[in-house]
């Protein structure tokens, strides 16, 4: 089945830095989201991004499928932005494999 | 933008009871999916449906049972909760064949057995 690894597992950033997100994936796609997972819980869809590069704010997504690979790029971090970023994979029908997640801590 | 609601919000329940936790989508989608949530695995597909009357196996289904009675609604049930059933669940929709498979999520449902 699909094998979906995030990097880093944590991250601790310095108010202002930038963040690079790493998402592989061991098969053939035909569904990608990038979601922001609140400390309480709920989910925010960030992108839907099956292919090539879309921006939102400070963040950018980029999807490389000949080489498995999405990443979520956070420009100027802030506080807000801390909590878990979680990446899915869809390729068997409407079926979405999520990885494991990152945690980003952002520092005043 | 795709509204998706459950309920409830956060439920406990004992050992052995029964659970049924609700779901709604209003923007017509044909997909409505069940997930869990906890940690050190991440979210997990229980089971998901293309339609009304239709259910499909997810990859954690072992004592769950789901019914999707309208294409709005699907329902997942705990017939004898366990406290290995404690967990967050999501609820979500996507448009599937026609559409894209943008997934949608509700707030979650917490979920405790004792």
């Known amino acids: 089945g699909q094998q979906v690894q995030q990097s880093p597992a944590s991250l601790v950033l310095q108010e202002g830095e930038n963040a690079e997100l790493q998402c592989n994936f061991s098969t053939s796609l035909n569904s990608m989201q990038w979601f922001y997972q609140r400390p309480e819980g709920s989910l925010v869809s960030l992108f839907y991004n099956p292919s090539g590069t879309k921006q939102s704010g400070r963040l950018t997504s980029t999807t490389v499928i000949k080489e498995r690979r999405s990443s979520l790029h956070i420009s100027s971090s802030q506080i807000t932005d801390s909590g878990t970023y979680l990446c899915a994979i869809g390729n068997a029908g409407a079926k979405l494999t999520f990885g494991g997640g990152t945690r980003l801590t952002v520092r005043p | 933008e795709a509204a998706v609601t459950q309920s409830p919000r956060n439920k406990v329940t004992v050992t052995g009871g029964n659970v049924t936790l609700s779901c709604r989508q209003t923007n017509s989608h044909n997909y409505m999916y069940w997930y869990r949530q906890d940690t050190g695995h991440g979210l997990r597909l229980i089971h998901y449906?293309?339609?009304?009357?239709?259910?499909q196996i997810g990859d954690v289904p072992d004592g769950y049972k789901a019914t999707r009675t309208t294409q709005e609604d699907f329902f997942l049930l705990l017939e004898l909760a366990s406290p290995s059933q404690t967990s967050l669940y999501f609820c979500?929709?996507?448009?599937?064949?026609?559409?894209?498979?943008?997934?949608?999520f509700g707030p979650g449902t917490r979920l405790t057995v004792l």
């Open positions: 979500a929709s996507s448009g599937g064949l026609g559409g894209t498979y943008e997934q949608y």
């Open positions: 449906s293309y339609g009304a009357g239709n259910l």
